[in-house]
């Protein structure tokens, strides 16, 4: 506790001018914004699109295929534009800040009150503020008339915080009574106080600091450990086939190097990329139809991936407005009007207390229209309020231990009294209001009216959204900071595990993250306590969704796998960018939703990347093979034909897994923990391109038996390995058996199968598409086996992923 010291007159000019040139414009920092270039050269640096660039450059330069490299260095250029846009994005965080900031403030200056601009103001600046002005900078109280200020953006909590001189200047935001924080809105009464930060140094500046930097979500972590993986697959495989080769001899240079990069090339899925970013492109236009916004692709996945979601408390599972829950009524006193008269809040407007009491007590045809004849209004000192109206009646309003010890003692005071712990425990906020006919403001003996219980009301879809939740295996956290109490009674309404209820001024210690990760609801906690929840999370391996919706929240939206604004009412700018992903409604049932297409995008992506690297191991496996049984044709597939596969015909129907249904309800299946290519999701490719490789080597095989020639051959090879695949893309979006939905379920794959076979018997059978492909027309034979090797494809992978 500090003693109350008066306010200083306040800067000379000379003086606030200096100030001005030592601590800088009271504004947020700005960070140095990268070019173009250089931003364009972070989503090069990335191992995929490393890939892409080295196999389009190759193409062009060493095979001089021009329509096939540009269209890699088309796919390349997309995916950086698209990577570009999005990081431009993230940035407005730190800009919307600056909207939060008040354009004016009121200071004393060279013996005079002026209004200057909010930029100009300096530590050691004198401020003016009065209920309706945002404060300018953070301040110290220095004098404060019934002062309280709105600071649920940075503190979370619903409830005005009560001002006064000579306060708490430490500990948590929400205890500090003696200080003003900047962008805080004043709600009630006046005060004088001494700057004594601005800019970067103020609490919105340390929030602003904490939105720097991009944190990746899964699914680009999961994307960069495959193209890291592919890499070194592509480079170590196109070498190995020039080792071989020049160890077997017989073989000219120029057709071995032409076969090394034709098996890079087959080991670089040059599709995956496109096909991955229109999948989450459609997915966040279906999205957005269902009220959710995606600000970033990669958080679809993410959200589907979700293991726990650290759930705001104040506008995500409530409202944000406080609301009468439960009275207690004195027989023969009007509670209603009693509330209506000892009361400050018009038109909706003034503390959020007195609005919810207004609201009540004209909901009971109780209005404010009782002329006052003095009033004393709320302190935090004395607790109550107090008003004389014509009678003479004197109204009080205040803390229960406060209103009732001025009451005279008796069987209603006493009642009232034994309500008071039972209100408190189911975490309202109980006030007590007493009458005595006296005009006196300070009178004892007055007569016990009721108590009245208010809460934030309850988001009427949040105990299902919760329910809903834990039904798909995922752990929802309150994180809130309002009193540990209140937020229990809270987590307990929705449906919400409650303990342990850890509070942020007890987490102090070695233990901090274990207890992190152990709470069931987290209560008066900071800014910095909610990002260290979410790294805690993270480093537990949990898949981490922060919602929220106000500034407070921003440093953890930021940083957790995906973070989620909810656009209520109360939603602010700077949540909303600094999220991945914003609810338009505020709603958590919303969530659910997104979780819900989340992990219907989840499968679909895993069936595309496992249907794209079974066909292009496939491909490493023919290539490989043809170098032992068939040295007279080096190679069954040249570069052309590879890339015609990969670019075109992968494209087509992987874009399709991409939108297609999953099976059931997506929210009762948990995505797997291990990743998209866990050991076994990697050892059943291997599997389903072994069969396809055998079954393309055994039709070439055929062929070459038959006395066909090498373009005859390899076009066989080209026609069984494209149908092959083709019915590889229903065995990639089973769960358990290829056709447990029926093959005419999913219409967007079934149209892709069978416009990109019709595409490859087209360029086949016309002469002129097929010389510019190296194909040639091959008997009914060949056709045949072709189709009979798309036919086996799913029952021989149904097999061995039964036998698995």
């Not at 999005?86 to 403030?105: C, D, G, S």
């Not at 003003?180 to 004088?192: I, N």
């Not at 069936?607 to 170098?627: D, K």
Request: proline residues 5%.
């Amino acid at each position: 506790m500090h003693a109350p010291t008066p306010a200083p007159p306040g800067l000379a000019d000379d003086e606030a001018a200096r100030l001005l040139s030592v601590h800088g414009r009271n504004e947020l920092p700005e960070a140095k914004r990268p070019s173009l270039t250089a931003r364009a050269a972070r989503q090069l640096a990335d191992p995929l699109s490393v890939l892409l660039l080295i196999a389009g450059l190759v193409t062009l330069a060493v095979l001089r295929e021009v329509p096939e490299g540009s269209a890699i260095l088309a796919i390349l250029l997309v995916n950086v534009i698209i990577g570009v846009t999005q990081e431009v994005k993230a940035e407005q965080a730190v800009r919307a800040l600056r909207t939060l900031t008040a354009p004016m403030a009121k200071v004393r200056r060279g013996g005079a009150v002026r209004r200057i601009a909010a930029a100009e103001v300096v530590p050691g600046d004198v401020i003016e503020v009065a209920a309706g002005d945002r404060v300018p900078a953070d301040a110290r109280v220095a004098e404060a008339a019934s002062l309280a200020a709105n600071e649920s953006m940075l503190t979370g909590e619903s409830r005005s915080a009560g001002k006064r001189a000579g306060g708490h200047a430490g500990g948590p935001l929400g205890d500090r009574d003696g200080e003003l924080f900047s962008g805080t809105m004043v709600v009630r009464g006046s005060g004088v106080a001494v700057v004594t930060a601005t800019g970067a140094r103020t609490q919105m500046g340390a929030i602003a600091s904490a939105l720097q930097g991009h944190v990746k979500g899964p699914l680009e972590v999961e994307l960069a450990r495959v193209s890291r993986r592919i890499g070194v697959l592509a480079v170590v495989a196109g070498v190995v086939m020039v080792v071989l080769g020049f160890t077997r001899g017989g073989i000219e240079p120029f057709e071995l190097v032409l076969a090394g990069v034709a098996l890079a090339i087959a080991a670089v899925p040059e599709s995956m990329a496109a096909a991955v970013t229109t999948a989450l492109a459609l997915g966040s236009q279906r999205m957005a139809g269902l009220g959710v916004i995606v600000r970033r692709l990669s958080a679809i996945q993410a959200l589907g991936a979700t293991t726990v979601i650290a759930s705001d408390k104040t506008g995500t599972l409530t409202t944000g407005r406080l609301a009468v829950a439960d009275h207690v009524l004195t027989p023969g006193a009007d509670l209603w009007r009693a509330a209506a008269r000892c009361n400050d809040a018009r038109d909706g407007l003034g503390d959020a207390v007195d609005v919810a009491l207004l609201t009540a007590a004209a909901d009971h045809g109780a209005r404010p229209d009782e002329p006052r004849s003095a009033t004393r209004p709320f302190d935090a000192d004395t607790r109550s309020m107090a008003v004389v109206t014509p009678g003479p009646v004197l109204t009080v309003k205040g803390a229960p231990e406060v209103v009732l010890a001025r009451c005279s003692p008796g069987p209603e005071a006493d009642r009232l009294a034994g309500a008071v712990p039972e209100l408190a425990r189911r975490g309202l906020r109980v006030l007590a209001l007493a009458e005595g006919d006296t005009a006196d403001l300070d009178a004892t003996g007055l007569r016990p009216v009721g108590l009245v219980g208010l809460s934030d009301e309850i988001r009427p879809s949040a105990g299902q959204a919760v329910a809903d939740a834990r039904r798909g295996g995922i752990r929802v956290i309150m994180v809130t900071g309002d009193h540990a109490d209140t937020a229990r009674a809270v987590a307990e309404e929705v449906g919400i595990e409650p303990e342990p209820v850890v509070t942020g001024a007890g987490l102090d210690g070695a233990d901090r993250a274990d207890r992190l990760r152990e709470a069931g609801v987290l209560a008066r906690v900071d800014p910095a306590t909610k990002l260290d929840l979410v790294h805690a999370l993270r480093e537990g391996g949990e898949i981490v969704a922060m919602t929220g919706d106000g500034v407070n929240d921003a440093p953890a939206l930021r940083h957790a796998d995906v973070g989620v604004a909810m656009a209520g009412e109360e939603g602010t700018d700077v949540a909303r960018e600094a999220a991945a992903v914003v609810v338009t409604n505020g709603e958590l049932g919303t969530i659910v939703t997104g979780v819900r297409e989340g992990r219907r995008l989840h499968h679909n992506v895993a069936s595309m990347i496992g249907y794209l690297l079974a066909g292009n191991l496939a491909e490493i496996f023919l290539v490989l093979v043809g170098l032992f049984l068939w040295p007279d044709l080096v190679i069954p597939l040249l570069p052309v034909h590879l890339l015609w596969i990969n670019l075109v015909l992968d494209g087509i129907p992987a874009i399709a897994l991409g939108v297609d249904r999953a099976p059931g309800d997506p929210l009762a299946t948990t995505p797997a923990r291990d990743g998209l290519l866990s050991r076994r999701v990697l050892a059943r490719i291997g599997a389903r391109s072994l069969v396809v490789g055998l079954l393309v080597v055994a039709a070439v095989e055929v062929a070459r038996r038959l006395g066909w020639d090498d373009t005859m051959v390899r076009t066989q090879a080209v026609l069984t390995l494209v149908f092959a695949r083709l019915t590889l893309a229903y065995v990639a979006r089973a769960r358990r058996w290829t056709f447990e939905r029926g093959w005419w379920h999913g219409k967007a794959v079934l149209l892709a199968v069978i416009g990109t076979a019709a595409l490859q018997t087209l360029v086949t059978l016309v002469p002129p598409l097929g010389a510019m492909l190296a194909l040639t027309g091959i008997p009914p034979l060949g056709w045949a086996m072709a189709a009979g090797a798309a036919v086996l494809t799913p029952p021989l992978c149904d097999l061995v992923r039964q036998r698995r």
